[in-house]
C-alpha cells in the first residue's frame, strides 16, 4: 500500500526528470497567482502532469507549477493554486504539494493566502507577515501513523514561522518600500465565511487574521524540514467589522490592487531568501 511518502517521492522524481529543484518556492493565493506571471523563461507544469497533485478548481487558482527567473537571475518555483479542505480534499492531499517540494529540493517555501482583516490596524490591500497561527480547522496533517521520513512524531511548532526568513520579509519590505503588517493568522475550515461571533472569539483568541487555507501546508512543511515563511493580503474586512457583504469576487478584486506590492515584496523576499539559503 502506497504511502504518503510514496506519493510525494513519486511527485519529485517526476519534477526532477523535468527540472532541478530551485532553493525556495512560493504557494500563491486566491487572486495572486499574477506573481506567476512575471517569471522570466518560465517553464510551465500543470498539476496533472505530476504524480498525485489534486485537481485546482477554485477561482483564482490556476492550477499549475511554474519554475523561472526573478530580476536577480535567481530561479524560484511557484504553485499557481492551492485546493482546500472545504472542497472535500482530505488532508494528505492539501500538503502533498509541499512535501513533495520537500523532496524534490527545495529548501524554503513562502506561503501566501488573501485572508479577512481582524485587527483593526488592518484596511484592505494590507499585506501582512504570518507571525504565528492558530489551526482551528480541527484536523491535522500529521495525525494517524507517523513516517520517520517525512519528520518526527512530535514537531516542535515554537518555531514554525522561521525567524530567519522572517527578518528577510521585513528587509525585502523596508528595500522595497512596501508597508508590512504582521500578525497570527487563524485558519478556519470553511467554505462559509465566519459570523460575528465567531470574529469576536478569533479576536479574543489573538487573530490578526483569518482564512481558509496555510496552517495545515505549514504543519507539514515544518514537519518535513522546509524553511518556513508566511504573507497574507488582507482582501477584505472579516464580518462583523463592516455593513459590507463578504464576497469572494470581492477578496479577487482586493488582490488585484494589492498587485504591484505584492510582486514587488514576494520577488525581493525570494531573492534574498536564495542568496541567504545557497550552499
Not at 162 to 184: M, T, W
Amino acid at each position: 500500500m502506497s504511502t504518503a511518502f510514496d506519493h510525494a517521492a513519486a511527485a519529485a522524481a517526476a519534477l526532477s526528470q523535468r527540472a532541478s529543484a530551485p532553493i525556495a518556492a512560493v504557494v500563491l493565493g486566491s487572486g495572486l497567482g499574477d506573481f506567476a506571471e512575471q517569471l522570466t523563461d518560465p517553464q510551465v507544469i500543470p498539476y496533472e502532469e505530476i504524480p498525485h497533485f489534486p485537481s485546482v478548481k477554485v477561482t483564482g487558482h490556476a492550477g499549475q507549477l511554474v519554475i523561472g527567473g526573478l530580476p536577480n537571475g535567481a530561479r524560484v518555483a511557484a504553485l499557481a493554486g492551492r485546493v482546500h479542505l472545504y472542497e472535500g480534499h482530505p488532508i494528505e492531499h492539501v500538503v502533498h504539494p509541499v512535501r513533495a517540494l520537500k523532496l524534490w529540493g527545495v529548501k524554503a517555501i513562502l506561503l501566501t493566502n488573501a485572508a479577512g482583516g481582524i485587527s483593526a490596524e488592518f484596511m484592505p490591500g494590507d499585506l501582512m507577515r504570518i507571525t504565528d497561527h492558530l489551526n482551528l480547522t480541527g484536523i491535522n496533517p500529521l495525525s494517524g501513523p507517523n513516517d520517520e521520513r517525512l519528520g518526527v512524531r512530535f514537531p516542535d511548532m515554537t518555531y514554525a514561522y522561521d525567524p530567519e526568513l522572517a527578518e528577510i520579509i521585513n528587509a525585502a519590505a523596508e528595500a522595497r518600500g512596501v508597508a508590512l503588517q504582521k500578525g497570527v493568522y487563524a485558519g478556519l475550515l470553511g467554505p462559509s465565511y465566519e459570523t460575528p461571533a465567531e470574529i469576536k472569539m478569533l479576536y479574543r483568541l489573538g487573530a490578526d487574521a483569518v482564512g481558509m487555507s496555510t496552517v495545515g501546508e505549514v504543519i507539514a512543511a515544518h514537519h518535513a524540514g522546509l524553511r518556513v515563511a508566511g504573507i497574507s493580503c488582507i482582501t477584505n474586512v472579516a464580518a462583523g467589522l463592516s455593513a459590507a457583504k463578504l464576497d469572494h469576487a470581492e477578496v479577487k478584486e482586493t488582490a488585484a490592487k494589492s498587485r504591484a506590492a505584492f510582486i514587488s515584496l514576494v520577488e525581493e523576499t525570494l531573492a534574498r531568501i536564495t542568496e541567504a539559503l545557497h550552499d
